[in-house]
C-alpha cells in the first residue's frame, strides 16, 4: 500500500506550480491526498508565501495546525519549504522544532528527496495538477530582477531566470496531452521574459509557439510589469485568436511622487499612455490591476489622484491592498512608515468602493451579450463560467443554470471544461448571470 502524501500550498499560483512539479516526481511513491481533505497522512508538504504581513501570517497558522496534527498521530511527517522558510530560514527552525525538515524556495531536489524520491530530469516537463483539469499554470521565469522598495521577492527568490522556451513548448504539450485547454502564463514579471536567455524581451514569441500546441484554446497573461512594456504582446492579443484580450498589468500607484518612491521606473504619464494603447491597439482588452495604499510618502493628493486615475481608467478588475513595510526592503530600511493604519485603511475602502462601482457599470453593460465561456464546475444545478475576460480564483464567475432544453439529457458534469455559448442576461459587480444558448 502506497503512503499518503497531502500538500498544503499557500500564497500565489507560482507556488501551485512548484508544488505541482514536486508531486509529479513523486506520485508513483504515494497517493496524493487533495488539500483540505482531513485524513491522516504520512507526510504533509507545506509551500509557504513569505510576502507581506498577511501572507506570512497564514503560512505560520498553516504549519502551526500541520504540526498539531502531528501531535494528534494525525500526520507522520511535516516538510516545509517555499519562500517563509527561504526568508527565515535562521530562525523558523528553533522556533518550530517540531517540523521535520525546513527547505528554500527553490530547494526542489531536496524536498524530492526528502520524500524519498531521486530528482528525475526527465519529468521536469510533468506537473501532478492541482487545478481542474481543463486549466493549468505556466510559470516561465523565476525570480527577479525589479528592485521596488517595498518588495522582499528579489532576496527570497533570487536573480530573474527565463526558462527555455522549448522547455516551456515541451511542458504546455504536456498539460493539454492531460486535457488542458488553458494556459495562464505567471512569473514574478511576465513581460521580462527572455532578456536573459535571448537578449530580448521574448514574451510575443513565446506566446505565438504556445498557441501552435494542439488542444491549447486560450493563454491568457499575468503579472505583467509597466515599465518597458513589449508593445509585440498587444499585436498579440489583437490578432492571435488563442490569446486572451485579458491583461493583468499590477501599477501600483499613479503619483510620480509615490512611484518613484517606490522604485517604479515609470511616471503617471508612461502609464496613462501605456493603457491607452492598450486601449487603442486592443479593442476590448479587459484590464486587471493592483494597487498599494498607505505606501511612505502617499499624501492626500497623491491618494486623491490615484482615485482620480482609477476613475479616468476605468480598470475592469482591479485589486488594492495596504502597504506593509517588509524588513530587508528599501523602503523598511529608508523610509518611515508614515501613513497610519486607520488612514490606510480609509484609502483602501475609498478605493474599493469606487472600484465596487465601476465593476457594477462594466458588467452591467455586458447583459444582452453572446459570449463563449469555458465550463469550470457544477454546483446544484448551475454551470459555474467564465469567459475569455475572467481569470480563475481572482475574478467573478458567469452562472449558468441548467437549461434542458438547450442540454438535452447528458450529463451536466460531462460539461466540465468544455465550450459552451451563453446569453448574458444578469449582473452584479463580481458575477454575471447568463443562460445557454449552444451547447
Excluded at 113 to 134: C, F, I, M, Q, V
Excluded at 378 to 407: K, N, T
Amino acid at each position: 500500500m502506497l503512503k499518503k502524501l497531502q500538500t498544503v500550498t499557500l500564497g500565489c499560483s507560482k507556488n501551485k506550480v512548484d508544488t505541482e512539479h514536486i508531486l509529479s516526481q513523486v506520485d508513483d511513491l504515494y497517493e496524493i491526498i487533495p488539500e483540505g481533505e482531513d485524513i491522516p497522512v504520512d507526510v504533509l508538504l507545506i509551500n509557504t508565501c513569505g510576502f507581506i504581513g498577511d501572507a506570512k501570517e497564514e503560512s505560520i497558522q498553516a504549519v502551526l495546525e500541520g504540526v498539531d496534527r502531528k501531535m494528534r498521530g494525525e500526520v507522520g511527517k511535516v516538510i516545509v519549504f517555499g519562500c517563509l522558510s527561504q526568508r527565515y530560514a535562521h530562525e523558523l527552525p528553533d522556533l518550530i522544532p517540531e517540523v521535520d525538515a525546513w527547505y528554500g524556495a527553490r530547494e526542489f531536489d531536496p524536498v524530492i528527496r526528502e520524500l524519498g524520491a531521486e530528482p528525475d530530469r526527465r519529468k521536469d516537463a510533468e506537473r501532478y495538477l492541482t487545478t481542474p483539469s481543463h486549466y493549468a499554470y505556466l510559470k516561465i521565469s523565476e525570480g527577479c530582477d525589479r528592485r521596488c522598495s517595498y518588495c522582499a521577492i528579489p532576496f527570497i527568490r533570487g536573480a530573474h531566470k527565463s526558462v527555455p522556451m522549448e522547455q516551456l513548448v515541451a511542458e504546455a504539450e504536456a498539460l493539454a496531452a492531460k486535457g488542458v485547454r488553458e494556459l495562464i502564463i505567471i512569473a514574478q514579471d511576465t513581460t521580462y521574459y527572455g532578456l536573459d536567455l535571448y537578449r530580448r524581451r521574448a514574451l510575443a514569441e513565446l506566446l505565438q509557439k504556445l498557441s501552435e500546441v494542439e488542444g491549447i484554446e486560450w493563454i491568457r497573461i499575468h503579472y505583467s510589469y509597466p515599465a518597458s512594456f513589449p508593445e509585440d504582446v498587444l499585436d498579440q492579443m489583437a490578432d492571435n485568436p488563442k490569446v486572451c484580450r485579458y491583461m493583468d498589468i499590477p501599477l501600483q500607484h499613479i503619483s510620480d511622487k509615490v512611484l518613484g518612491n517606490m522604485h517604479r521606473n515609470v511616471d503617471g504619464a508612461w502609464t496613462r499612455e501605456l493603457i491607452r494603447k492598450m486601449r487603442e491597439r486592443v479593442p476590448g482588452v479587459v484590464l486587471r490591476t493592483t494597487m498599494i495604499v498607505g505606501h511612505p510618502g502617499e499624501g492626500k493628493r497623491d491618494f486623491q489622484e490615484l482615485l482620480d486615475f482609477a476613475k479616468e481608467a476605468r480598470f475592469e478588475r482591479l485589486g488594492a491592498f495596504m502597504y506593509s513595510e517588509e524588513e530587508g526592503t528599501y523602503g523598511a530600511e529608508n523610509f518611515k512608515d508614515s501613513v497610519t493604519k486607520k488612514v490606510k485603511q480609509e484609502r483602501l475602502d475609498a478605493l474599493m468602493t469606487l472600484q465596487s462601482e465601476i465593476s457594477l457599470a462594466f458588467n452591467n453593460s455586458r447583459v444582452g451579450s453572446e459570449i463563449d465561456v469555458i465550463v469550470d464546475d457544477f454546483v446544484d444545478g448551475v454551470y459555474v463560467c467564465r469567459s475569455e475576460f475572467e481569470s480563475p480564483e481572482v475574478d467573478g464567475e458567469i452562472l449558468v443554470r441548467h437549461d434542458s432544453s438547450v442540454m438535452g439529457d447528458l450529463d451536466p458534469y460531462s460539461l466540465i471544461g468544455e465550450f459552451i455559448k451563453v446569453r448574458v442576461i444578469g449582473a452584479d459587480e463580481y458575477d454575471l448571470i447568463a443562460e445557454p444558448i449552444e451547447v
